[in-house]
């Protein structure tokens, strides 16, 4: 009875499959399943290959969306870091030294840019509160370009920087070496209660740079359009169009519509050259669609005192522009000097020397850089190291000869590098560099000295806190040496760009130990590309390009 139970018991405990018998398959179910298999294969294999141009489209669509949304998802990424700026930044030290910058140009906005602000506490004061891009500016003036495009708030750099920056609004009036302090006023028309003041400084970068020269001709200020600022291309923006409806205004004599439609550029330089190339753009692209009648009188004539204009490019670019112009019927007036500006016709002494008035409707004046007045009342404080009138004298460190821990940069000194856009950017990222290696400087000589005190401070044993006392005293005597050597200013050119108009532009580079000259429509690409990379921020460089898209497909 026990035994049953327990046989009863293992059977129950067994898994019921294995308790069921096993059913086989029989010959005809294998065959019908081997069957299917094999109708299945031959059915995949019957089925037609797509093409290969098929193929190539779809993995060139793939790739192409995969290009598309990694491409935007970036574009977004450092957009929104640009514009999203450090919530917090470290506050003012008054135990670090105080470096006022006076400007907010090419030469400031580098150093401020490349600066470490945690050694220092940073004021920059500047008329305006922005950085403005100025080899695009002849863009701006013919309606390329939008203003907008080519500037950059200063508060955008500032508020990137490790610890906040001081940003005043202001002219700076006066500078006195002697105390160390800067007087500055706010000039805009709506001023609070307090409107000026005193700063005093540690370290003065003075980075003001130039203003239009005029060389004392009568009526250039009063009668003649300036092309350095952003107000100046606005207005001679303006100036175009004012001249071009005055001429479609009935009952015009032809005499006047010639002479509201001669446009005069005095200046042979890029500037002068570039804007001459944009006014002919316009007259191709634009005014010939929207006045006809007028296209063909619009006159632009160039003027220039030298035997050749750009006189720092080679012989064979020089040679090339005037050709280009003489094709695009722009007239270059070499060897001719201004010497008066009326209402309406401007006196020149021609290359024979004879003086003759040509009646234009606008004149421009792109002639050379002077000096501001904030700049002559520095060198009157120090005559006896001021003495060139072209500008403030700098050392090899772009030290002021005669002031202490003052520094110039920029178009306002006068060195043996042409002022330009440039030089004023390699000044700056070097001054950067040279504040940053004197704070540690500082700061190595301020270790070492509290080491050599410790070390004085110690019992004479044990022997352990001596010998490591010595080799830290050691190390920081090899990061000071390391420190100290301050290398001189050393100016590295890249060559020179210009547009010259009809899709073309100039170049000249630097090549092994000699020059590369190119010039056409390539070098135009060439041209706008190396512009778009030098453009401050993304901001920039996708607004000037789709300014570009806007003109080449809406016209100006």
Known sequence: MLAARRTLNTIARRPISRSLPAHPISPSSRL???????????????????PKWRRALTTFGRVTLITVLGTTATFMYFAAKETHPPAWQLPFDKDK???????SGWAATSMLKNMDTEDYNVILVSPRNYFLFTPLLPSVAVGTLEARSIIQSTRYVARHKARRVSIYEAEALKVDPHAKQVTIADLS??????NNMTIPYDVLVYAVGAETQTFGIPGVKEHSCFLKELPDAERLRERVMDCIESAAFPDQSEQEVDRLMHMIVVGGGPTGV????????FIKDDLRSWYPELADKL?????????????MFSRELIQYTESTFKEQNIEVLTKTMVKEVKDKVVVVKNDRGEIEELPYGLLVWAAGNVSRGITRDLMAQLPQHQTNRRGLVVDDYLRLLGANDVYAIGDCTATSYAPTAQVATQQGRYLARLLGQIAKKEALEKQLAELRGERDGLPEGPEGKVKNNAQEIESVVKQLNKASKIRPFHYSHQGSLAYIGSDKAIADLPFFNGNFASGGVATFLFWRSAYVSSLFSLRNRTLVMSDWLKVKVFGR
């Open 32 to 50: 019908f399943t081997t069957s299917r298999r094999s109708l299945a294969i031959e059915t995949q294999d019957s089925l037609p290959k797509p």
């Open 97 to 103: 030294k105080t470096v006022v910058i006076l400007g």
């Open 189 to 194: 028309d709506i001023k609070g209660d307090v």
């Open 274 to 281: 570039e804007f001459s190339g944009e006014l002919h753009d």
């Open 299 to 311: 006159k632009i004539t160039l003027v220039e005192a030298l035997p050749n204009v750009l006189p």
